[in-house]
């Protein structure tokens, strides 16, 4: 007799849901508390605490309804062979344009067209909610329903462009098959990862944001002293105007190697009170920098995408896998997609472990502002 994998991949994911809601029930009980915990008393305002309590509540409300409906969703796709069925009716639609349906790649393509567009379907109603309901009522929403869904179809089309080729080099690198197919795509996704972190923030990150480089002044010298002061090699700073969607306010960084560049929302510099409060969130993420955050967290994606295509190649011919799930054919991105959802216990462990590590870096960069200024003094 069969294991039946589908069974179980539906079980654990009803249990992690009810383990998760639990968890979430005693983070939601401890935003109720009506006052400002002791270990933040003059840090923040009675005044600031009530207002973040108010919107971590309305986040915590959309939270549940949002994470019982992906449950619901899920796992009525899975149980009731959804998506055995959409592959069949995906070739239909291949055939129907014109296409051949015999052509995996076309097929899948089919496919993926259909699940994107159903995607956006079910989850249009709570980004909608999110940001026009609950971001507004904060004030942080600044957006208008026209950016929203100009962003929505943007996002669509990067998509339509960059996704076919990809799925069809990942199709044609399994099919191929040898030996060493883990390896062979490792080395796809890793040099696919590499591509896109140069070309996103150059090519697509501009096609939704406004880049300007951060004028002259004394903001401008304070960074660029505290780069050199850290051996940063910094070759461009920018604001990105933010403000257009969200009064959220962040900074980041990227770059390869000697090519490094900062960008500051335009709503960060808004906020601080004064130049050095905005150099002591940079100093923040050059901490993580400094003390190889970023290299560290790199690597052990790689690693962990490594393993996860060599246990993919175990299983990739398992008929008893596919049978499981409802397909009487062995196509590449199904078996992908299966794969993903048999070591979903894994992941959940491993998506635990690295959480730990986050909290981590963050513990180990906290004090790093403080010696970042005495350095550039």
């Given at each position: 007799?069969?294991?039946?994998?589908?069974?179980?991949?539906?079980?654990?994911?009803i249990?992690?849901?009810?383990?998760?809601?639990?968890?979430?029930?005693?983070?939601?009980?401890?935003?109720?508390l009506?006052?400002?915990?002791?270990?933040?008393?003059?840090?923040?305002?009675?005044?600031?605490?009530?207002?973040?309590?108010?919107?971590?509540?309305?986040?915590?409300?959309?939270?549940?309804?949002?994470?019982?409906?992906?449950?619901?969703?899920?796992?009525?796709?899975l149980?009731?062979?959804?998506?055995?069925?959409?592959?069949?009716?995906?070739?239909?639609?291949?055939?129907?344009?014109?296409?051949?349906?015999?052509n995996?790649?076309?097929?899948?393509?089919?496919?993926?067209?259909?699940?994107?567009?159903?995607?956006?379907?079910?989850?249009?109603?709570?980004?909608?909610?999110?940001?026009?309901?609950?971001?507004?009522?904060?004030?942080?929403?600044?957006?208008?329903?026209?950016?929203?869904?100009?962003?929505?179809?943007?996002?669509?089309?990067?998509?339509?462009?960059?996704?076919?080729?990809?799925?069809?080099?990942?199709?044609?690198?399994?099919?191929?098959?040898?030996?060493?197919?883990?390896?062979?795509l490792?080395?796809?996704?890793?040099?696919?990862?590499?591509?896109?972190?140069?070309?996103?923030?150059?090519?697509?990150?501009?096609?939704?944001?406004?880049?300007?480089?951060?004028?002259?002044?004394?903001?401008?010298?304070?960074?660029?002293?505290?780069?050199?002061?850290?051996?940063?090699?910094?070759?461009?700073?920018?604001?990105?105007?933010?403000?257009?969607?969200?009064?959220?306010?962040?900074?980041?960084?990227?770059?390869?190697?000697?090519?490094?560049?900062?960008?500051?929302?335009?709503?960060?510099?808004?906020?601080?009170?004064?130049?050095?409060?905005?150099?002591a969130?940079?100093?923040?993420?050059?901490?993580?920098?400094k003390?190889?955050?970023?290299?560290?967290?790199?690597?052990?994606?790689?690693?962990?995408?490594?393993?996860?295509?060599?246990?993919?190649?175990?299983?990739?011919?398992?008929?008893?896998?596919?049978?499981?799930?409802?397909?009487?054919?062995?196509?590449?991105?199904?078996?992908?997609?299966?794969?993903?959802?048999?070591?979903?216990?894994?992941?959940?462990?491993?998506?635990?472990?690295?959480?730990?590590?986050?909290?981590?870096?963050e513990?180990?960069?906290?004090?790093?502002?403080?010696?970042?200024?005495?350095?550039?003094?």
């Amino acid at each position: 007799m069969a294991f039946p994998y589908m069974e179980a991949v539906v079980g654990f994911m009803i249990f992690m849901y009810f383990f998760e809601t639990y968890l979430d029930i005693r983070q939601h009980k401890a935003l109720k508390l009506p006052t400002l915990p002791k270990t933040l008393e003059g840090v923040i305002s009675q005044d600031k605490f009530l207002k973040s309590r108010a919107y971590s509540l309305d986040k915590s409300y959309f939270h549940f309804v949002h994470e019982f409906v992906t449950i619901v969703m899920d796992s009525t796709i899975l149980y009731f062979r959804v998506l055995p069925w959409f592959w069949k009716k995906s070739e239909h639609l291949v055939t129907l344009v014109g296409l051949n349906a015999e052509n995996e790649i076309l097929h899948t393509l089919g496919f993926l067209a259909g699940v994107m567009i159903w995607s956006q379907i079910t989850d249009l109603p709570f980004s909608l909610y999110s940001t026009f309901v609950i971001e507004a009522r904060h004030g942080f929403n600044k957006q208008t329903i026209w950016l929203f869904f100009r962003d929505m179809i943007k996002g669509m089309l990067i998509a339509i462009v960059i996704g076919p080729p990809i799925v069809a080099a990942i199709i044609v690198i399994v099919q191929k098959g040898s030996p060493y197919l883990a390896i062979y795509l490792w080395g796809f996704m890793l040099v696919l990862s590499l591509v896109m972190m140069t070309i996103y923030p150059v090519l697509i990150a501009p096609l939704f944001n406004k880049f300007t480089p951060l004028p002259d002044g004394t903001l401008r010298e304070k960074i660029e002293k505290l780069a050199a002061s850290l051996k940063f090699p910094l070759k461009k700073l920018f604001v990105v105007d933010g403000s257009t969607r969200s009064s959220h306010s962040n900074a980041y960084m990227y770059g390869f190697f000697k090519n490094k560049r900062i960008v500051l929302y335009d709503t960060l510099i808004q906020q601080c009170k004064n130049d050095d409060e905005v150099v002591a969130v940079i100093a923040h993420e050059l901490g993580h920098w400094k003390l190889n955050h970023t290299v560290y967290s790199f690597v052990a994606v790689q690693v962990l995408t490594l393993l996860q295509f060599g246990g993919y190649t175990l299983v990739r011919n398992s008929s008893d896998l596919f049978r499981s799930f409802g397909f009487d054919t062995q196509p590449v991105l199904i078996g992908l997609i299966i794969f993903q959802h048999t070591v979903i216990p894994i992941q959940h462990l491993v998506s635990f472990g690295l959480n730990l590590v986050s909290r981590s870096f963050e513990f180990q960069v906290t004090p790093f502002p403080y010696s970042a200024f005495a350095a550039s003094d």
